[in-house]
Every structure is written in C-alpha cells, then in structure tokens.
C-alpha cells in the first residue's frame, strides 16, 4: 500500500530528483536532493505556465496571419472593383461619344436630305397638291422639333 501512494505520487519527482543528485554529484546529496525537491512544485508551475503562455502565442500569431491574410484579400477585391469601376467608365464613356456621333450624322444627314430635296422641289415641277403636302410635311417635322426641344 504504502509503495503504491509514494509512486503515485512521488514516483516521478524522486526520480528525476535522484537523477539529477547523480548528474551533478554535489558535496551534500541530501540537502541537494532537498532543494531540488521543494523547488520541483514551482518548476513544473513554471513550465506548465511556459507552455500555456507558448500555446497562446502561437494561437494569436495563427489569428494574426489569418488576419493578415484576409486584409490582403480585401485589398486585391478592392482593387478589382476600383479596376473594373474604371473600365466601365471607360465604356460609358465611348457609349456617350459614339452617341453623340450618331447623333451629329444624323442630324448632317438630315440637312442634307432637307437640301436635296429643296433643289429637286426647285427643278422639278409638281402639282399644286404635292407642293402643299410637302409643306405640310416639313411642318409637321419642325414642329415636332420645336415641341421636342420645348418637352426638355
């Protein structure tokens, strides 16, 4: 019985107790294996706390690299929505011009087309009922211009 409670429970520690004495064989064995004794209670406190303090360490550096990790994934997000935020503006932009064109084109065409057909008028004789609808149509067409611009 008696054998059994000192190596449950002093087992280990007298072990390693007894193997250090034989290691650095001091001049007083058993006052050394006494110190080493009443010391052994706050060493393992030490290490264990050493442990556990390296254990959190180690798990707030994990955090901090997963933090870091994700702090870069956002920046290269944000700059693929900045980038494509630009090209957008781009093709809006050259939407806009090209509009812009089709709109003067057309609006050349349109004077062009107006002017040919004021010399064809001139050239060529028509009926009196022609001549009125054509009048009509070119004021149907200026006034919806003018009621077009009046609407903005």
């Known amino acids: 019985m008696d054998s059994e409670f000192l190596k449950k429970h002093l087992g280990k520690c007298l072990a390693e107790g007894l193997a250090e004495v034989a290691e650095q064989r001091p001049a007083d064995p058993v006052l050394y294996l006494a110190h080493w004794l009443y010391k052994y209670n706050s060493n393992v406190e030490y ?38 935020l630009e090209e957008s503006k781009k093709v809006v932009d050259q ?9 003067e084109s057309k609006d050349a065409d349109d004077l062009k ?40």
């Open 47 to 84: 290490e264990e706390q050493k442990k556990a303090n390296f254990s959190l360490l180690e798990q707030e550096r994990q955090e901090a690299k997963e933090e870091a990790l994700h702090q870069e994934r956002l920046k290269e997000e944000e700059r693929k929505i900045s980038v494509e």
């Open 95 to 103: 939407a806009d011009t090209i509009e812009s064109e089709q709109t």
């Open 113 to 152: 087309t107006d002017k040919s057909e004021e010399k064809q008028d001139a050239r060529s004789p028509r009926s009196p009922d022609q001549r009125t609808e054509k009048v009509r149509l070119l004021t149907d067409r200026s006034g919806e211009a003018e009621s077009g611009c009046h609407e903005m």
